[in-house]
């Protein structure tokens, strides 16, 4: 049913907390060792990597391993034949469950469409009023008539794998009929178009504000999803796919994509793609724990 692509290299190699005062007092090191320096955090960390624990709480193999123990269980509670994917990156520490695994994307492609729309024209100035209103419907109420005009103006497919390239997209691929929905693309790689929408590098500051405009503006019947990890009062740009899929033998894609608290001092950036759901019914729910337990367990960090 799903499919399985080829083992990638990690996007990005999580490190550890920068040592700090508080944390060496919490791990017992005296307040006079801790202002001698390096050498004393050299000798803690060798210890505690000789004892087999880490050294600022746990590792990031000790996490996915929670990870993968929770949503396995939870799944398997659901009495459901639904498969799921995460990514999820908190600072510096990065998790992924089933990373291997691909989704049909659905209606999240719209927000590497908004990306490609946006460095097409290079300014938000630039981007023609009509296409500035597709833009806002395709993102906040999901308008598949916007996106597919949009798509159709860029060059269909081959302006869609040439984007898949451009953004170092590694296991997502194109419709062989050229449909705008229905490629494949892993969790690891919906986090990428998450980065890129959001955050200044590919696009500029001012290009990144219409994509958090957009992404933090979707109407309240579609803000379901990773919001549910989010906790109170807390800013949420998102962006949602859903679809039955007759790939699937008439099962559901239910996918939930986009970055909790990004207007703050600790964002949190997650995909969660899924298949198998008999409808959006049962599939949505499934998504919001999936981003409770994700974010729970990233926390621990």
Do not use: C
């Not at 049909?104 to 097409?120: D, G, P, R, W």
């Not at 979707?218 to 796919?241: M, P, Y």
């Amino acid at each position: 049913m799903i499919r399985k692509s080829e083992p990638s290299p990690r996007r990005s190699t999580p490190g550890r907390l920068t040592p700090s005062r508080r944390n060496l007092l919490r791990i017992g090191v005296p307040a006079a060792a801790v202002l001698v320096g390096g050498g004393v955090v050299a000798t803690v960390a060798a210890n505690a990597a000789e004892n087999g624990t880490g050294l600022f709480g746990p590792s990031r193999e000790d996490l996915e391993a929670d990870l993968k123990t929770r949503i396995d269980e939870y799944l398997a509670g659901t009495g459901t034949a639904v498969e799921a994917s995460v990514a999820i990156e908190r600072g510096d520490m990065r998790l992924d469950y089933n990373p291997d695994q691909t989704h049909i994307t659905a209606s999240i492609v719209k927000a590497e469409i908004l990306a490609m729309i946006q460095q097409y024209w290079g300014s938000v100035d630039a981007i023609p009023a009509d296409q500035r209103e597709e833009l806002q419907l395709m993102i906040t109420e999901s308008d598949n008539d916007s996106a597919t005009s949009l798509y159709n103006y860029l060059g269909g497919a081959a302006a869609l794998e040439a984007a898949h390239e451009r953004y170092g997209l590694q296991d997502t691929t194109v419709d062989a009929q050229g449909r705008w929905g229905v490629g494949w693309s892993s969790a690891s790689d919906q986090l990428i178009i998450t980065d890129l929408n959001l955050y200044e590098g590919v696009l500029t500051a001012e290009q990144v504000e219409l994509g958090r405009e957009l992404m933090g503006g979707v109407i309240e019947e579609q803000s379901w999803g990773i919001s549910a990890a989010a906790t109170e009062d807390e800013t949420v740009w998102l962006k949602n796919g859903w679809d039955v899929e007759s790939q699937l033998d008439g099962l559901w894609v239910v996918n939930s994509i986009g970055v909790l608290g990004g207007d703050g001092d600790d964002p949190v950036k997650l995909a969660v793609l899924t298949s198998g759901a008999v409808d959006d019914v049962e599939g949505i729910p499934i998504v919001e724990e999936i981003a409770k337990i994700a974010r729970e367990v990233i926390e621990t960090a």
